[in-house]
């Protein structure tokens, strides 16, 4: 019996099988739960990529078209949900991260307030606007994991991802604050750099792939997203009752270090 056993889970960020939230949807087969995804901008894409999962090409997750800046979608979702089948929810899974090119790579103090705007909302206020559009469906409380990137410190080519990720562990931490009442925590995870298709977007993040193996007092391989998608199960699980605005770092133990050396 696995430790997400009858528990049923919305999965977000699911393009390819190199898609952290797809292995965040596998573990979480693998662990008992009914999952079901959501998609944007290319739902045939995470479609075919749901028959990659455990459950098989036969009896994949259902695919949801959902854009998390469209209110139309959020206010729907819901009801569409509902209309699958799921009639609760478990646990969230927020993997959604986007910013335009002019917002990373060196470019922070020419940035446009659009595309700041742009990198803020999908990648930070999400976080919020996900949650409650998933709150009818939680009513006997749950677990929302967010994936995030450290924002305590200024990396290089981060750029406004880094202020939008700092913005996401401010809102996990607000929205624990609000929804604790309710049973429903709220978690992030912040893995090192992974290898997935939103990494490859960022121009020279391969300088921190690079620096990360070698500093890593555990090591870290930027190919294998296994260690991260055991920690958002955990954390949708019931082994973490009491734990809510918390940021579990997975990242071969990098945060702790003061001064990175080859």
């Known amino acids: 019996m696995g430790i997400l056993e ?21 573990i979480a087969q693998q662990e008992g739960a009914e999952v ?13 990529t749901a028959k990659r999962l455990p459950s098989g090409p036969d009896s994949p997750p259902p695919v949801v078209e959902l854009d998390v ?16 089948g799921f009639d609760r929810l478990d ?20 940035t446009p ?16 606007s996900l949650t409650m559009a998933c709150l009818p469906l939680m009513k006997d409380g749950g677990s929302v994991v967010g994936l995030d ?15 939008a990720k700092a913005g996401l562990e401010s809102c996990c931490r607000y929205l624990a604050k609000y929804l604790g009442p309710q ?12 290898a997935t298709m939103a990494a490859k977007s960022i121009p020279g993040f391969e300088g921190m792939t690079e620096l990360w193996p070698k500093a890593a007092p555990l090591g870290w391989d ?28 997975v990242d071969g133990g990098l945060h702790a270090i003061g001064a990175h050396t080859d």
């Open 222 to 249: 930027i190919k294998d997203c296994e260690s991260t998608a055991r920690a958002c199960a955990a954390l949708l699980s019931d082994w973490f009752p009491a734990t809510t605005g918390e940021i579990v770092h």
């Open 69 to 84: 800046t469209d209110t139309g979608h959020l206010d729907g979702l819901a009801d569409e949900l509902r209309g699958l």
């Open 149 to 163: 990137f450290d924002a305590t410190k200024a990396w290089p080519v981060y750029d406004w991802m880094g202020v």
């Open 91 to 110: 646990g969230v899974v927020h993997a959604i991260g986007f910013a335009p090119q002019t917002a990373l790579g060196g470019n922070f103090l020419e």
């Open 113 to 128: 307030w659009e595309d700041v705007a742009t990198a803020v909302h999908t990648s930070a206020y999400s976080l919020k």
């Open 36 to 48: 079901v995804l959501t998609a944007y901008p290319r739902p045939t894409l995470t479609a075919r």
């Open 183 to 194: 049973g429903i925590r709220v978690n992030l995870v912040a893995a090192g750099p992974l």
């Open 6 to 26: 009858g528990k049923r889970i919305l999965v977000t960020g699911v393009l390819t099988d190199a898609s952290i939230g797809f292995h965040v949807a596998r």
